[in-house]
């Protein structure tokens, strides 16, 4: 791992310079702004050393692409595509993806959501590469920062990934749903994976006030937490596909892909209440709402999404967390 480290380390700069001006740029064309201790955190932290290899999806199935191959021109693409402002499959297993590493522009917007102060604690659901812990040890410091995935090889290429780029967070095996209670309390929780409804022991987990961020149907949910059973939030304005939570929670039902995206965000929160007709008359009804619209409410022992208001004639139950 050295020796490529030191072979792309110039290249892989001058790539961090410009995935920085991408990130902006992608903020600004949806009218936000990124935190300068977040643009200087991808621009130091070397995402090529979180993906030494990567697949990509072709004709023929998944191309795998790695920093060792002995052609040149296959090297370089590698390293460009690693600092390409997209996701990259991590983990492929008959054709299925099984972990990823997520679009640079998208963790900037949720690491800006997180809205994290110094000295915060986060508890980071699904491992991943370990570049999104890296970007967490960048700007908190390495002892506040907690990462755990359920994947046994995971967590160990998450924590050599890590170590190789100077950070030494805790990283364990778990299932996320049951959070790290032996790391808890938290101020922020942050899942890089998709879930059904919001694990309980996440709440119970955290400090009061803290916020939790995870993706739910094709969106991000931004929940404050008031205790163990009580939280409430309101989706971001920006669409999220994730590969599903594996553990206790089970595997999180992704709305079919046909019609529109909007549309596929509302049936991924009503699809278990409503049949699809209901749906579309609702989604019609109320002229095809944004996701912004939308929020949870956790509440004892019960928990739903709603349109507009907590209390308001909208509302759905989420399946048993």
């Known amino acids: 791992m050295g020796e490529w480290r030191d072979e792309f380390a110039e290249a892989g700069a001058r790539a961090r310079r410009a995935l920085v001006r991408e990130v902006v740029r992608e903020a600004e064309a949806d009218g936000e702004t990124v935190d300068a201790a977040w643009l200087d955190a991808f621009a130091d932290v070397p995402r090529h050393l979180f993906v030494p290899y990567y697949y990509v999806p072709g004709p023929g199935g998944y191309e795998r692409l790695w920093s060792g191959d002995p052609e040149p021109e296959r090297r370089d693409r590698w390293l460009s595509g690693a600092y390409e402002d997209t996701a990259l499959a991590t983990r492929v297993r008959d054709g299925e993806l099984l972990s990823s590493a997520s679009q640079p522009s998208l963790m900037a917007l949720m690491l800006q959501a997180l809205d994290v102060r110094d000295g915060d604690d986060v508890l980071e659901i699904g491992a991943g590469t370990g570049y999104h812990a890296a970007l967490l040890c960048h700007r908190l410091?390495?002892?506040?920062?907690?990462?755990?995935?359920?994947?046994?090889?995971?967590?160990?290429?998450?924590?050599?990934?890590?170590?190789?780029?100077?950070?030494?967070?805790?990283?364990?095996?778990?299932?996320?749903?049951?959070?790290?209670a032996e790391r808890a309390p938290y101020d922020r929780i942050v899942a890089t994976c998709a879930v059904p409804s919001v694990p309980y022991p996440w709440l119970a987990q955290c400090r009061p006030g803290a916020l939790v961020l995870a993706p739910l149907s094709t969106g991000l949910l931004l929940l404050r937490v008031r205790d163990a059973t009580h939280a409430e939030g309101r989706f971001l304005a920006t669409s999220a596909y994730f590969v599903a939570l594996r553990g206790a929670a089970g595997r999180a039902p992704y709305p079919e892909a046909a019609g529109d995206e909007?549309?596929?965000?509302?049936?991924?929160?009503?699809?278990?209440?409503?049949?699809?007709?209901?749906?579309?008359?609702?989604?019609?009804?109320?002229?095809?709402?944004?996701?912004?619209?939308?929020?949870?409410?956790?509440?004892g022992d019960r928990q739903w999404s709603w349109l507009d208001d907590p209390a308001g004639p909208y509302a759905w139950p989420l399946p048993d967390a």
Do not use: K, Q
């Open 141 to 180: 410091g390495e002892e506040h920062v907690t990462t755990l995935d359920l994947d046994d090889e995971i967590v160990e290429s998450a924590r050599t990934h890590l170590a190789a780029a100077g950070y030494r967070p805790t990283v364990i095996v778990g299932d996320g749903a049951r959070g790290c």
């Open 262 to 299: 909007s549309f596929r965000f509302l049936w991924g929160l009503v699809g278990g209440t409503l049949d699809r007709r209901e749906a579309l008359s609702l989604w019609l009804r109320e002229r095809r709402p944004e996701r912004e619209r939308f929020g949870v409410t956790v509440s």
